[in-house]
């Protein structure tokens, strides 16, 4: 911060009354008009695409984003989302920003970890690796907030930090215990990388981390977030979380109390309105006016750098005009065909056109426009359902007709019912099946769960298995696409389909993509950000934070589909890998590989590197990602690959916490999925592993 932005800040700071300072520090901020800061709202959602603010381009929701292992493409996501909220803006003005909710502070990217596949929110997330949610919540980062030193494109948050993912019924109240090494393995790299890459704000969980609310943590807040890691933006809690302290979580006795634990720690933003307590809790010793000038600062510079305080900046040209529509129309388009995963492919797939006469689309997803959008989502006039995609692609030789079939869920489905029998008839079914945001997300939200947005069990519904059923009785190549936010864990699936395509919530334009990937116009390259376990019984208790058991790292029993997963139609072979370490053992590791492709096809794949100790003095992961390239190979071509890993990279942490680099033996896998037997068994490409001494 310069010197005269800073002597700026102070200056208006000196200038306020209590009351004003207050005024600043709930969501809902009131204007100071003799010092020229406006009304603004702090909440502004931005997860993928502009949320609550008029037409906007939807993009994939995030665990889409996840799928694609692609930061370039998840830079220029967010770059998209952040122009088109700053023209909004400036189409207002500051002065009206808070009447028309066109605010630029956005609750976004949610870089939580996906560590059991029952939570609705997952969604929200880039899946259950830390590497891969830390590099890619990273690059939403810097293309949301741009590239200027001091003032911000829009600001970004990190959020919730920092142990939280369900379950959502009891997000309120529950208490995630969890050790030093899953805190620093697991759950806190991806907020110590955003910190690092100048994430704005950080925004505090619902529950108690080890005994402490997550919005009043010593630990977290100051010990790690600005202590350790010397983040300078500003704190903000979760939506009336700090009346959790004395309703739920039962650590204070008041609301007094609890501002006073909450600012003291470091909380400086209150969603909510118990920061409307301030002024009291000032009268009656419960804070000092150093407490809420600490926090006010910060607020203060926010908005400074947000062009919130004056007219100064080099975003307050941009405009509606200047947006290039079309652009972030084929952006999210791009996105969402990177985004799609191939889980089973028997041959059918590309379907031919010369071949069919007649296509069947059936299933409850087929012309649901909720089943393109997932949580937080803003609202297009470009939405494009499946079947429209599906129409517009086969063209007006090729005869497609559609039939609802089933519901989601909680009907059974009619003895008498004839939409089945279509599919005799039909070249080929095509069946979108899976989940929408009725029945899964954020507790309040998922408004036909019984659950508060999560899951007892991850199989598809016994109404949809059982119209699969019927569909598959004609004889016929039946296509399954899957859509929602979550792994869906069904074997008999697996079995009854002749391909499946798990497509997420992929935006405007998914509808679109998924027929160009069908038909063939591009092909499928997205990887499973998080592992598909066969079934709820391969799990750990959802309460339960250890990271034993969970996820690809310490999952020892064989999965559905593993972590990193995603067939292709291209013809992708790993031609050689090799390793070495430097001279001393302690600079660096180099890695070379070569990737070809022997179709006839360009495509595009994730080579993807991971690493373990073989003899640890300690429990370490069974593999952790290290590395991960996206290519784009043309037919018959071969690409050399080659990383240059720093030995810091490849640290384990031990039971204290603590980054440890063992001697002995390290193993490094590269390959197009996580390792194990189960991927090349459903037709990915075989890896390679290399073993080096370090003594």
Known sequence: MSQKNNEKVQQMLSSMSIEEKAGLMIHRAKAIPRLGIPAYNWWNEALHGVANQGESTVFPQAIALGATFDENLIYRVAEAISLEARAKFNSVGKEEADRYHRGLTFWAPNINIFRDPRWGRGQETYGEDPILTSRLGTAYVRGLQGDDPYYLRAAACAKHFAVHSGPEGSRHVFDAQVSPKDLEETYLPAFKALVKAGVESVMGAYNRVNGEPACGSTFLIQKKLRQEWGFQGHVVSDCWAICDFHKNHKVTQDVLESVALALKTGCDLNCGDAYQYLVEALQKGYISEADINRSVSRLLRTMDKLGLLSDEGPYASISLENIDWKRHDNLALEAAEKSLVLLKNNGILPLKKEKLSYVFVTGPNATNTDALLGNYAGVSSKLRTVLEGIVAEAGPEITVTYKKGCPLAERRINPNDWASGVTKYADVTIAVMG??????????????????????????????????????????????????????????????????????????????????????????????????????????????????????????????????????????????????????????????????????????????????????????????????????????????????????????????????????????????ASPGGRAEALGSPAGKMVRLKRN
């Open 435 to 672: 989940r929408d945001i009725s029945v899964e997300g954020e507790e309040g939200d998922a408004i036909l769960s019984p659950t508060f947005g999560d899951f007892e069990d991850l199989d598809l519904s016994a109404e949809q298995l059982e119209y699969l059923r019927r569909l598959k009785e004609g004889g016929k190549p039946l296509v399954v696409i899957l859509m929602g936010g979550a792994p869906i864990c069904s074997p008999e699936l697996h079995d009854l389909a002749d391909a499946i395509i798990m497509a997420w919530y992929p935006g405007q334009a998914g509808g679109e993509a998924i027929a160009r990937i069908l038909f063939g116009k591009t092909a499928p390259c997205g990887k499973l950000p998080v592992t598909f376990p066969t079934s709820v019984r391969q799990l750990p208790p959802f309460d339960d934070y250890a990271m034993k058991g969970r996820t690809y790292r310490y999952m020892e029993a064989e999965p559905l589909y593993p972590f990193g997963f995603g067939l292709t139609y291209a013809k992708m072979e790993l031609l050689r890998f090799g390793c070495s370490l430097s001279g001393d053992g302690n600079s660096h590791v180099t890695v070379r590989a070569e990737v070809r492709n022997s179709g006839d096809k360009a495509g595009r794949e994730v080579l993807q590197l991971y690493y373990r100790w073989a003899d640890a003095p300690f429990t370490v992961p069974r593999w952790s990602l290290v590395e991960f390239r996206p290519l784009e190979i043309a037919a018959g071509a071969s690409q050399p690959i080659e990383f240059k890993l720093p030995i810091d990279r490849l640290a384990c942490i031990d039971p204290e916490g603590h980054p440890v680099l063992p001697q002995g033996t390290l193993e490094l896998y590269a390959g197009f």
